[in-house]
């Protein structure tokens, strides 16, 4: 079967003052129906502005993006506008995000008006009714406005706006990150049960390892704007290739005392992504890293069945880094 | 009682708008042996910052008041202290990192400067001894001494916390109060920094109170645990108390609604049922019991006392304070 989304070699720069900064380079990857991508890594690592390429929020600088088997790179207005309804995304602050002039309802409503969903406003409101049910806001909140609302319930807004649409597929930009751990589970149950329910794809993209675990079927670790690591979700937590990966999971703080796994402290903080060098980016901070690193970009290959790594030196590493930091999850 | 550097008695702090009180703490107590870190975890709006700041004598005022109780630091209540007395506390016998070390470094001062600064103000030194302090502080953080002259702007966050942690050990402060101080920081980041509070905290034998919402830092760094809900600690004891004997119903909805490492494909979270209670209009009895599943009806008459279930370990609940094995 033909993935839903598929990305090649897709490049976004922006230009700065001092250069251009490579926010993604080079990102290939595809996503079947159903299924959930979580893309994972720290600040400046391109993650959000990968979500936001593919959904057209900023142009690509180069690359490819297919949805659904077409050729989506390059759209028109027109396109774009029915693009849209297939393709939505919800973001990371709900506070930010929602135009706090408008009450619940026209929030929901909006999108349902811009595409001339319904032909009478009656079953327009209808729409809005049963979403708020779905995503579980009480309807008495319709004419209630987003400031009289907590956190939680502001992003059960972003949510059903997002799904005002039917959209098949839709990028989660950080959705818990600004919410408290008993809301965070209730947002992430609802994204699950929707998920089962009507189909869709998701790209979640987040910096808690911990909720990505949990979320994803696939997850793929990202470093200055490359893929270093991607494989299934479940292997990437046993068996990592590559250095960072490694050291990025052995940084999550697990809330139990008898597990005192021994973390790997990274050198520094991660580099400038203006005007990168042609070596391996994470070299700087690798522990491992060596002459070759820094002669030329390594390439995501397929190490193991479905395990894609891009590390020069996966191979002597492997046995290497399971000695010294065993990580028991 | 004499070896607690901290005690906190029936701390009530209310914020007041239109004249209507917003309960922040109620009634709050624990204590803080030397050289000990507890952690204060809860979510937010819980009352955490609140009495962070109360320690301090932080709370705005007038819209913030203390209602009663004491804040016993050495035995001398930080509430009736002087403002020259506080102005000697702060810094020097009490010090405090802030969650966002974007806002809490000033922009128009060198890194240096503001070290030098709390040197300065704490002790009788000379301007270049303090300067030299300043350089060792760096170094000691992990920052080269050479950079005593570069402004906030230039560093990174990772590195602003770090000025931040010098900040506030450069006066070697027996209570350290550590509000968030790596919530704003990435992970492999936040690995750093966590290390450096330990290392710090051990070489000096500093006490701490780690503020947090993340059992995982907790779990890391704390001996032991108060968890607090709607403004009152609803179980503390050791850190093995909290995590391996959890017995407040809250304590134990907070660890099932976290995604877990080890957790099956396709499972599903325990969320804690509704929200947070407003502060401005907490429920009758138990504050907690409206989002319990084992409120009872004395739960919701009666606001239960803490209970000391094993020696150490407090619990405040009706149903769970009572013995262990009904539980």
């Known amino acids: ?31 079947e129906k159903g299924t959930t991508l979580g893309i994972v890594g720290e600040s400046g690592c391109g993650k959000s502005t990968l979500g936001r390429v593919i959904l057209h929020l900023l142009e690509p600088t180069d690359g490819q993006i297919f949805f659904e088997g077409r050729d989506i790179t390059r759209v028109n207005k027109k396109e774009l506008h029915e693009l849209r309804k297939d393709m939505q995304i919800i973001f990371q602050d709900p506070y930010s995000s929602i135009n706090p002039r408008m009450t619940v309802k026209e929030i929901i409503e909006e999108p349902l008006i811009i595409h001339n969903m319904y032909k009478s406003a009656d079953e327009r409101r209808h729409r809005v009714q049963e979403l708020m049910d779905t995503v579980g806001l009480a309807r008495r909140l319709g004419n209630a406005y987003p400031h009289e609302l907590d956190g939680g319930r502001r992003q059960r807004i972003g949510v059903a706006r997002a799904l005002s649409l039917n959209p ?132 995501l290959v397929e190490a193991e069945p479905n395990h894609f790594v891009a590390c020069k030196r996966w191979q002597e590493l492997k046995g290497r880094m399971e000695a010294d930091a065993p990580m028991e999850v | 009682m004499s070896e607690n550097l901290l005690d906190i008695k029936n701390l009530t702090v209310y914020y007041y708008r239109d004249g209507k009180p917003i309960k922040a703490v109620n009634d709050l107590s624990f204590s803080l042996g030397k050289g000990e870190t507890l952690g204060l975890v809860g979510e937010t709006g819980a009352g955490k910052t609140t009495t962070a700041k109360a320690i301090l004598k932080l709370v705005p005022e007038p819209q913030g008041k203390y209602e009663s109780g004491e804040i016993l630091l050495d035995g001398k209540d930080v509430l009736k202290m002087s403002k ?162 959890g017995t407040h119903p809250y304590t134990e909805g907070l660890f099932n609604c976290l995604p877990r490492l080890d957790s099956e494909e396709g499972e599903r979270l325990n969320p804690i049922k509704g929200l947070a209670p407003d502060p401005m209009n907490l429920p ?44």
Do not use: W
């Open chain 1, 168 to 299: 098949k597929f839709i990028v989660c930009d950080e959705p818990v990150s600004a919410l408290d751990v008993s809301i965070q589970a209730q947002i992430i149950n609802l994204l699950q049960d929707l998920q089962r329910e009507l189909g869709l794809t998701y790209i979640f993209i987040t910096h808690d390892l911990s909720v990505v675990r949990h979320i994803s079927n696939e997850i793929g670790v990202m470093y200055l704007g490359q893929m270093v690591e991607k494989t299934n979700a479940r292997e990437l937590f046993k068996n990592q290739l590559h250095p960072y990966t490694k050291a990025l999971l052995s940084a999550i703080p697990v809330p139990d005392i008898h597990n005192k796994s021994k973390r790997i402290i990274l050198r520094g903080e991660i580099s400038t992504p203006i005007d990168p060098a042609d070596e391996c980016r994470f070299s700087v901070r690798c522990n491992h890293a060596c002459e070759q690193c820094r002669k030329g970009q390594p390439q």
């Open chain 2, 84 to 245: 020259g007395q506080l102005r000697r506390m702060r810094g020097h016998d009490v010090a405090m990192i802030f969650q966002d070390p974007m806002t809490s470094l000033n922009p128009v001062l060198t890194v240096g400067e503001q070290i030098a600064e709390v040197v300065r103000l704490h002790s009788k030194v000379s301007r270049a001894e303090a300067t030299k302090k300043a350089q060792e502080m760096l170094e000691m953080v992990g920052i080269s001494g050479s950079r005593y002259t570069a402004y906030p702007h230039e560093f990174s966050g990772g590195m602003k916390q770090r000025v931040v942690i010098a900040i506030a050990l450069a006066c070697n402060p027996r209570l350290l109060i550590a509000d968030e101080p790596t919530t704003a920081l990435d992970v492999t980041i936040q690995a750093q920094v966590l290390e450096l509070i330990k290392d710090l905290k051990d070489k000096f034998n500093t006490s701490m109170l780690l503020i947090t919402h993340d059992l995982g830092i907790v779990a890391e760094v704390c001996d032991k645990v108060a968890v607090i809900y709607a403004g009152e600690i609803v179980e503390s004891g050791t850190a093995e108390d909290i995590f391996d004997r």
């Open chain 1, 1 to 31: 079967m033909a993935p839903l989304l598929e990305v090649k070699g897709l490049k976004k720069y922006f230009k700065t003052g001092s250069g251009l900064l490579h926010a993604v380079d080079d990102v290939s990857f595809s996503i």
């Open chain 2, 284 to 327: 009758a009895g138990c504050a907690f019991h409206p989002r319990c599943p084992y409120a009872t009806d004395a739960c919701r008459q009666s606001n239960p006392k803490p209970v000391e279930i094993e020696p150490g370990h407090f619990v405040k609940c009706h149903v769970r304070g009572i013995g262990k094995e009904d539980a």
